[in-house]
């Protein structure tokens, strides 16, 4: 009789809980019936049990997921495009149940494992997009002549996924989707110790639509875990196999795929070292470190084996380590307050175990830690700090793979340099300084696949992620992890014959002098396109494009070749006239022909941005082309209300400015609150990472912290585990505040969250309550004194909010302040119209201390960046204080919201350099903002530090200031001027007072950073 096990956890879909294998879309169990049990490490007991596969079910097996490959790889890759897409909804539907399948398994906080699905399943999105970017190549031979040499990328065959069980989410979809993407089949073992995880994952791919045999997951126990692999690896119809664990089996799975010259990608040990300099900003480095080295209970192979700090901070840093560890919470993953979980295995506790007892033996000093949790059944460890480490320690050699954190001291570059390189592994390595030259040294000189400079992310899933030396070959993630799973074929064609169809994705056409940009696989009924390349000669177009037969073609193929056609007619005509100086101008013009104007428009990517929405004019949907109340329709598809804020694209109803009407109110009262936000990402930027110590608290009554977010159960919820420590410093800050009147509120919500949560709990009384009950309570932990709620934006259908959120939004505000008497609130409300209309606001206003009026970037320039024109600029904000008076809200109520951040642009020419020029697009990134569009205050001080002929132009009326640089370089901005003009509008308009944001990129309070630049 079936042993019977009791599931220690409920879920909301319980067809997720699948405990026997997947092949060919069945649920089977081994020819034995063997079966191996499941242990929570967290309690040391076994809840489920899977069936134990051997190397005899591997022939058969195989042969299934080879002949549904044939197949597979034939569809298109749309297809298979839709169908990961469709895998990936389903995943982030059923997000919270997989992460708790994955507690119960393999012992991580329960947070931590919905941040591994989370950042899994974008993997798998980034993968749909690659399966539309498999490209071939076309070139001209030179020797022999009268060639062309092409080639075709096509899937490799059967792939074998050996899976390792400190992330087995991540790792299987890092590994799969690139396959699926590709066209390939996979089989996928997991490891013993967390089968439950991906299983439910085969369960979700089969809801997505994968053809039978197309995913295959075999289990088996540890025993038997060799030789399956084994004979998975040496298949002669296997073609690939990934695999990530120790360098050690590595070794063996290379052996084993050597002997059929497999194609093989081996993610292995790391041993990683993580360098902080004497000048290093210790906190930065401090809280990374902290991160890194406690996710998961230190079991990733990035995780930092091997700490060297320099001798001028070593005792220092060692202390504030020691700080941040002692505030981690240890227990069981499924526990709410639980910051780390045990370890997976008896097997890893006992290793820590021993290399903690050998490293005291030679003379370590444990500052925290160092023992198992005592009273406890299942593989904890405190966390551990150990100082005075020497390289012939286990933990030098070894990797740890647990929570213990070994300090080593170091004198200079060059030696630690050598002493980080000292391992046969190479998988990353992580640099602390604020020395830019430095950097870049370090930077070429570790030995790693991977380097975190300033930062404790060494990858992300744009970037390939790999490394040298033992620590394997081969990468994954980015769009070199696709070509893991593919093979490049030539093929060479005489050009006396005639040219084919082909099943290649072209790059563009490059005409003498020009380049085009790289562009997306072209959709086309007919014929993918030309079989032409950008080493061609202009002239040689006309021998393709007139053996070309039109009747093969699609509608719009012939309507494009007819236009080829013609401009080589004219190009010729040219030619023979000697005209050579137009030659690169007939290039640009053909170019929008032969090459599809998806990437100039860039019209798709407009309509899929959630926010990017027409509101009116042509591209609206029916029956909004004209905007209500007499507004006009501006160039960006926003309503306004003159001509100066639709400038040229006034489509209808435009007319002069009218005056603005403001509602009486005494001004005795106005301008008494100062407010600024502070965003916890500034505190691990790239550089100027800005602290909260850093504030200057003397200009403010209330400093927000941006932001908490929101769980599925409607409570209100941490952003980061680390935003204690930055709550910690909030508090010192108000502490040293005259009297400590500064008083601290926490946003609640934000671009991160969007409409949908919010809607979903504001539609019951129950949601409600739950939501502002959790509200109370993390004010009151974390001593916070009120919440600025940001909801983006109620009734937003466009991003899940319903009608009925205007109403609700009434109710959660009354019944808030009805249950959090004793607590402030106010509610952000955005500055244009079309996301305006879903407040009431006049029904808002009794129940909230103050409405915070974003008033920048009302025009919806972020969207489509083509004009150059200010973001904070008067005669925006006016119009959105229009639409405030116009709801009956009192000034009183009101706080003016400001940016304190440049906006940037590239403009079409340096000739024309005044507000309203054409740009191109945004502006380039900064070095420590690095994005583009922006850049801090800081940065903007060292451009005109380093173009000293500049003289920024101050438009007074608009309260802005702007220069250009480098040509093409535009920024708009404000500064100690024109925030003082702003300030005085706000008075003069009989305001509450003014927002910041944010305070680590405003002109009062930015710290000195120009020297990092």
Partial sequence: MAKEYKVPFELSNPELLKFDSFVNNEWVQSKNGARFEVIDPATDTAWASCPIFTAQDVPQVVETAHVAFEKFAKTSPRQRADWITKWDSLIKENKIDIAKILTHEAGKPIREAEMEVDFSAASLLWYAGEAERIEGTVATSSFPPGRRSFTIKQPIGVAVGLLPWNFPISMLLRKIGPALAAGCSMIVKPSPETPLSTLALAYLAEKAGFPPGVITVLTTDLDNTSSLSEALCKHPLVRKVTFTGSTRVGKIIAAHCAEGIKKVT???????????????????????????????????????????????????????????????????????????????????LDKVLNQINDATKL????????????????????????????????????????????????????????????????????????????????????????????????????????????????????????????????????????????????????????????????????????????????????????????????????????????????????????????????????????????????????????????????????????????????????????????????????????????????????????????????????????????????????????????????????????????????????????????????????????????????????????????????????????????????????????????????????????????????????????????FDLKGIEPYVDWLNLMAYDLHGSWEQPTIAEPHTNLSDIQQSLQLVWNAGVSPGKVILGLADYGKTYTLSSGLCTQPGCPATGPGLPGPCSNEAGSLHNAEIEAVLKKHTDIQPQLDKKAAIKYFSWDKTQWVSYDDEETWQLKKQFAADKCLAGTLEWAVDMSVISSKDTKDDL
């Fill in 266 to 348: 081996l993610e292995l040990g790391g041993n990683s070292p993580y360098i902080v300099f004497d000048d290093a900003n210790l906190v930065q480095a401090a809280m990374s470190l902290t991160m890194l080295k406690w996710m998961n209970a230190g079991q990733a192979c990035i995780s930092p084996n091997r700490v060297y700090v320099q001798s001028g901070v070593y005792e220092k840093f060692a202390e504030v380590v020691k700080e941040h560890a002692s505030k981690i919470v240890v227990g069981p993953g499924s526990a709410p307050d639980t910051t780390m979980g045990p370890l997976t295995s008896p097997r890893g």
């Fill in 363 to 838: 003379g370590a000093k444990i500052l925290l830690g160092g023992h198992r949790v005592p009273n406890t059944p299942g593989y904890f460890v405190e966390p551990t700090v150990i100082k005075d480490m020497t390289p012939e320690m286990l933990i030098s050699r070894e990797e740890s793979f647990a929570p213990v954190l070994a300090l080593y001291k170091f004198e200079t570059e060059e030696e630690v340099t050598k002493l980080a390189n000292d391992t046969s592994m190479g998988l990353a390595s992580y640099v602390f300084t604020k020395n830019v030259d430095r950097i870049w040294r370090m930077f070429e000189n570790l030995e790693a696949g991977m380097v975190g400079l300033n930062s404790g992310q060494p990858s992300t899933l744009e970037t390939p992620f790999g490394g040298t030396k033992e620590s394997g070959y081969g990468k994954e993630q980015g769009k070199h992890g696709i070509e893991e799973y593919l093979i490049t074929k030539t093929g060479v064609l005489a050009i006396e014959g005639h040219i084919s169809r082909s099943r290649v994705n072209i790059p563009v056409i490059q005409c003498p002098n020009t380049r085009g940009p790289r562009k997306n696989p072209v959709l086309d009924t007919g014929y993918n396109f030309f079989i032409i390349y950008s080493s061609f000669k202009f002239q040689r177009i006309s021998k393709a494009a007139s053996i070309l037969k039109l009747r093969t073609l699609s509608l719009a193929s012939r309507w494009r070749t007819l236009k080829i056609m013609f401009y080589i007619g004219l190009f010729n005509f040219l030619r023979t006239q000697k005209v050579q100086g137009v030659l690169a101008l007939i290039c640009l013009i053909t170019f929008p022909f032969v090459v599809p104007l998806t990437s100039i428009l860039s019209l798709s990517k407009y309509q899929h941005h959630p926010r990017k929405v027409f509101q009116c004019g042509v591209n609206a949907l029916p029956g909004q082309e004209i905007c209500p109340q007499g507004m006009c329709c501006s160039r960006y598809g926003f309503c306004g209300t003159t001509k100066e804020y639709c400038g040229l694209g006034c489509q209808n109803n435009c007319k002069k400015r009218a005056k603005s009407k403001i509602s009486s109110s005494p001004c005795p009262g106005a301008m008494t609150r100062s407010i600024a936000y502070y965003e916890s990402w500034a505190s691990h930027r790239v550089c100027n990472n800005y602290m909260p110590s850093d504030i200057d608290p003397t200009p403010y009554t209330h400093i927000n912290f941006a932001f908490a977010l929101i769980d599925n159960d409607g409570e209100v919820m941490l952003s980061l585990s680390n935003d204690t420590i930055l709550f910690d410093q909030l508090k010192d800050v108000r502490d040293k505040s005259q009297a400590g009147d500064v008083e601290l509120w926490i946003a609640v919500g934000g671009y991160a969250v969007g409409s949908a949560p919010f809607a979903k709990l504001a539609a019951t009384q129950q949601g409600r309550k739950t939501f502002i009950d959790s509200a109370c309570a993390f004010m009151d932990k974390y001593g916070f004194k009120g919440m600025d709620l940001d909801w983006e934006y109620p009734a937003a259908t466009e991003t899940g909010g319903t009608t009925a959120d205007t109403a609700n939004m009434i109710s959660l505000v009354k019944e808030y302040r009805d249950k959090c008497k004793n607590k402030g609130l106010s509610v952000t409300v955005p500055g244009g119209t079309f996301y305006m209309k879903g």
